[in-house]
């Protein structure tokens, strides 16, 4: 759903219908939180649980070859170190 579509729901029944903005991240790290408000602010939450772990990075390529071969070093150097979870963040259509 889109927020359209949560203000079309609201428009049918104000009267029982409220709306609750959920403001706290539990999931991020805080490096991940702050890096995100750089790129994000208006959709950014303004709280976070306070974990670290380590500063995110953009890097662009011009090949997606490039690319390609970087994402599966860095995937293999997480699970060298035993990450659970790995995540990773493209433009689509590449």
């Known amino acids: 759903m ?4 949560y203000n079309n729901i609201y428009n049918i029944s104000k009267n029982d219908t409220c709306i609750i903005n959920l403001t706290k991240t539990y ?11 750089k790129l994000l602010p208006e959709n950014i939450s303004d709280e976070y649980v306070e974990r670290h ?3 995110p990075s953009l890097i662009n ?6 690319m390609n071969k970087k994402l ?8 060298e170190k035993n990450y ?10 590449l």
Do not use: L, M
């Not at 599966?72 to 699970?79: D, F, L, M, T």
């Not at 659970?84 to 259509?93: A, L, Q």
């Open 2 to 5: 889109n927020v359209g579509d």
């Open 27 to 37: 999931r991020s790290t805080t490096e991940i939180t702050k890096f995100a408000r």
């Open 53 to 55: 772990g380590d500063e």
């Open 61 to 66: 390529f011009n090949h997606k070859d490039d």
């Open 72 to 79: 599966v070093e860095e995937i293999k150097n997480y699970q």
């Open 84 to 93: 659970k979870s790995i995540g990773i963040i493209t433009k689509t259509g």
